[in-house]
């Protein structure tokens, strides 16, 4: 019986290829993420791999018995893994704000001010970094002189990276 199971859970697996898409049902959950159940097969949903916005619990975005749809970004045969995503059938909204706000003045408010510059929050998912050299006109030698926590700030959009993740903003125009 127990080999009957393995051999169609390993028959699942080799089915499975990078970027197909499936359905499946949440099977468990744990701090790093959850399982899905793929037709007898247990896939990992890593919790980064959940949401383009932050997941302080794998239980805010899944439940267990809950039927979702997910993108195989990767086969392990040897380890006879597989590893699956929920967000990469959602558009990531780093690059909708790209397309939006590239080279705009935008409002931000100032979330922490470190020795390199300031974060300043722009979208509930993301923030940029406005470095040192563009707090002002002058330079800055400490941050906190131009910026402090909670600031609300007009910011440029000067760069967006998004293989990296990242945003540069200057208050500088």
């Not at 699956?84 to 909708?96: G, H, Q, V």
Request: charged content about 25%; hydrophobic content about 45%; proline content about 3%.
């Amino acid at each position: 019986m127990a080999e009957t199971a393995d051999r169609d859970r390993r028959k699942v697996l080799e089915a499975l290829e990078p970027g197909q898409v499936c359905k499946g049902v949440v099977s468990s959950i744990e701090g790093f993420g959850a399982f899905v159940d793929i037709g007898g097969f247990d896939g990992l949903v890593n919790v980064a791999e959940l949401s383009w916005a932050h997941v302080d619990a794998v239980s805010d975005v899944v439940e267990v018995g809950q039927e979702v749809a997910i993108v195989v970004l990767g086969v392990d045969m040897e380890r006879e893994q597989a590893s699956l995503s929920l967000k990469a059938l959602c558009p990531d909204p780093l690059e909708e704000f790209a397309r939006g706000q590239f080279g705009r003045v935008i409002p931000g408010r100032v979330e922490r001010v470190v020795r390199i510059g300031a974060f300043v929050m722009l979208h509930e998912n993301f923030a940029g970094l406005v470095p040192i050299h563009e707090l002002a006109a002058r330079d800055a030698d400490e941050p906190e002189s131009v910026l402090q926590h909670g600031d609300e700030v007009m910011v440029e959009v000067v760069d967006i990276n998004l293989y990296r993740r990242r945003i540069l903003l200057s208050l500088r125009s």
